[in-house]
C-alpha cells in the first residue's frame, strides 16, 4: 500500500490476530482500501479568506496524561493533525475525528471533504482534527509496546483521552484557545472500532461531545464472532458459495474423524503437506483467501471488507471463478454450484497449477504464524517495538473485545473451518502476552463486561447517528445486526447502505451507490437541526 497523496482511511484493520499480523507485514492489509487516485494535495487556503494555511500534513502534539487513574505519572506527546480551512467564527462545530487501531500520520486527507469527516466540516463551517489513539503510530505513552506499557492501553483510557483533548488542547488557529465544548459544539466522528469507541465516550461522557457520527462501529464486543462470515457467505455469488460451503464441510469432517493418511492426502491437494498443525492448515486452507503465495495474495475475505460498491466483493471473484468456471468445458455452474467433488478438484488444481508455488519459506516471520501459529519464538509474538498495529490492537482484542473470527456454529453452514476456535486465537493471546496470560484468557467475560458497562448495541446516546453497511463482514457487530433490537429513532437514528466496512465515510462511495448516497445526506440533515439548537454553556 503506498498512500502517497492520500488520504484518510486505510481503514480499519479490525482482523484479528494472525490473518492481520501477515498481511500488514508485507505491506497490505485486509480493509486497507487503496486511495491514491484521490489527488489530495497537502496545501490549503482557507476557504472564506483565501490565506495560505499550514500544509495538512503538519504534525501538531498535545500533551496527554498517560493514566486518568493517576495524573500525577505525567504526560506523552499525543499526535493530532488539523484543518480550519473552512471554519467561520461563531458556531463553526469541532469535528473530531480518532482513526483507531492505526498510524494516523498517512490520514490527513480526513481533513478534507473527500470523507464524511472533513465533508461534516465544510457543511458546518467548522474545523477538523485528526486525533491518534494512543499507542498507535508515534503516540504511545511509554516507549515500547510491552505488557507493562500496556497497563494504560485501555478502552476507558482511550475514552478519557478524547475528554482530556477537548477540554485541554489549544487548536492552532486564531482563537483556538477559547474553543471547548462548553464554547462550541464538538462533534465526534469514528468508523469501525473508533466508531465503537465514539458512542462508548458519547455514553461514558454525558454532554462532552454535542453529536456524533458512527460509521460501521462494533458496539457490540463478541468473543466467538463466527457472523463475521456470514455477510460475505450470504452475498458471494450462490454458486460460489454453495461450493465453498461443502469442501468446508468435508475439510473439517476428515480433519475431525479422518485417520493420519486420509489427512495428510487432503493437505496434499491443496499443497499443503508440510503444514504440521491441523488448526493451522484449516486456518490457511479455509481462508484461501488470505493466503501467501510467493505471487499475488489470493484475498477473499480479507477483500471483502474493503470492496467499493463499484467492484463488489472484492477480491471474491479470482477463487469464484476457479471453483465455478469449469475449466475442461468453459461452462459456468448453476446457483447450487458444482458439488464437492468438482470444487474440491478445481480448488486443488487452483492452488496448484494456476497460482505460484506456496511460499513455505518459514524464516519470514508472517509466513510462519501463517502456516505455524505454534512457534513462540516468532517475533511476530515478541517485538514489543512501538508503531506495531498489530500488536497493540492484538492486545484490545484479547483483554476487552474478543471478536474471534471462528467458523460457525455446527448446526449453521460455514465459510471456513471450526478447528479455527476461539482456543486457536486465545492459544496465541497467551504467546504474544505471556506476561499477562499464563493461560488463555476468558475473552467473553470481558467482552460482556464492554457490552455492559458502554452499552453495546443497546446504548441509548442521542444525536448519535449510526451508519451501517449491508455487506459488511463487522455488521453484525453493529447496530445493524440482527440480533440487534433497536431500530433507532429521530435522536439516534440507524442509517443502512449497501456498502462494506465504514463505506459511508467515503464521499466517492456515495457518488457510486445511491443508497450509500442518501445516508450521507440524511446524516447531515439531521446534525444541521441538531446544531441549530445548540447553545454555548460558558
Ligand atoms: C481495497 O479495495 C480497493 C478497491 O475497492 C482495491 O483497489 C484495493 O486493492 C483493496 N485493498 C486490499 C488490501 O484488498
Ligand atoms: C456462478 O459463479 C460465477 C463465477 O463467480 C458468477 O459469475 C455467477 O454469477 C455465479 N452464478 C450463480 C447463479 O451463482
Ligand atoms: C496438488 O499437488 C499435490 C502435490 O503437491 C498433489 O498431491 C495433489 O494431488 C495436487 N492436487 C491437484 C488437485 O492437482
Ligand atoms: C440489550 O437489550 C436486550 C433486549 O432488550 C437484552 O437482552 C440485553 O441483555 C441488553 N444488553 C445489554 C448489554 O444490556
Ligand atoms: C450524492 O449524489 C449526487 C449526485 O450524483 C452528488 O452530486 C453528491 O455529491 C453525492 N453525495 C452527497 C453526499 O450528496
Known sequence: MAFRNLSCLSLIALSAIVSSSWAVRLGRRPGVRTLESLDISHEVQHKATGATLPPLDTIYTFD?????????????????????????????????FNPGEEDAS??????????????????????????????????????????????????????????????????????????GPEKAPWVLVGGSYSGALTSYTMASKPGL????????????????YWAYYEPIREFLPANCSADIQAVIAFVDQVLTSGN?????????????GDVTHDDDFAHARTCPLILFRTGPVVEVYGAWQNASVTTPGGGASDICDALEVDRASGKLAGPEGWGLDHALAAWGAYYNETLPPFTTDFAVPDIRLCFDTYDTQNPAYTSVTVNNWVRSWDWLL???????????????????????????????????????????????????????????????????????????????ATVAADGATSPGWDMQPHLLGDGYHISDLFLSEGVA??????????????????????????
Open 209 to 224: 461531545f454535542y453529536a456524533g457520527y458512527a460509521s460501521s462501529a462494533v458496539v457490540q464486543a463478541i468473543a466467538d
Open 64 to 96: 496527554q496524561l498517560i493514566d486518568h487513574e493517576n495524573p500525577s505519572l505525567g504526560t506523552f506527546k499525543q499526535r493530532f493533525w488539523f484543518s480550519y480551512q473552512y471554519y467561520e467564527p461563531a458556531g463553526g462545530p469541532i469535528v473530531l
Open 398 to 476: 484479547c483483554t476487552q473485545f474478543g471478536w474471534w473470527q471462528v467458523g460457525a456454529p455446527a448446526s449453521q453452514p460455514s465459510i471456513i473451518s471450526r478447528l479455527v476456535d476461539r482456543q486457536w486465537y486465545e492459544r496465541q493471546c497467551v504467546y504474544m502476552f505471556p506476561e499477562a496470560f499464563s493461560s488463555p484468557p476468558v475473552v467473553f467475560l470481558d467482552a460482556l463486561r464492554v457490552n455492559q458497562q458502554y452499552g453495546g448495541w443497546n446504548t441509548t446516546t442521542e444525536r448519535l447517528i449510526f451508519v451501517n453497511g449491508l455487506r459488511d463482514p463487522w455488521r453484525e
Open 513 to 538: 451507490s445511491p443508497a450509500i448516497n442518501a445516508t450521507q445526506r440524511q446524516a447531515l440533515e439531521y446534525l444541521a437541526a441538531w446544531l441549530s439548537d445548540w447553545q454555548p454553556s460558558a
Open 106 to 179: 498517512r490520514l490527513f486527507g480526513c481533513l478534507t471533504n473527500q470523507y464524511m469527516t472533513g465533508y461534516i466540516a465544510e457543511a458546518f463551517h467548522g474545523a477538523v482534527i485528526v486525533l491518534e489513539h494512543r499507542f498507535f503510530g508515534e503516540s504511545n505513552p511509554y516507549p515500547d509496546l510491552s505488557v507493562k506499557s500496556f497497563r494504560v492501553h485501555t478502552i476507558q483510557q482511550a475514552i478519557d483521552d478524547h475528554e482530556y483533548f477537548a477540554k485541554n488542547v489549544k487548536l492552532p488557529m486564531p482563537g483556538g484557545d477559547q474553543l
Open 260 to 272: 493420519a493418511d486420509e489427512i495428510q492426502d487432503l493437505k496434499d491437494r491443496f499443497g499443503l
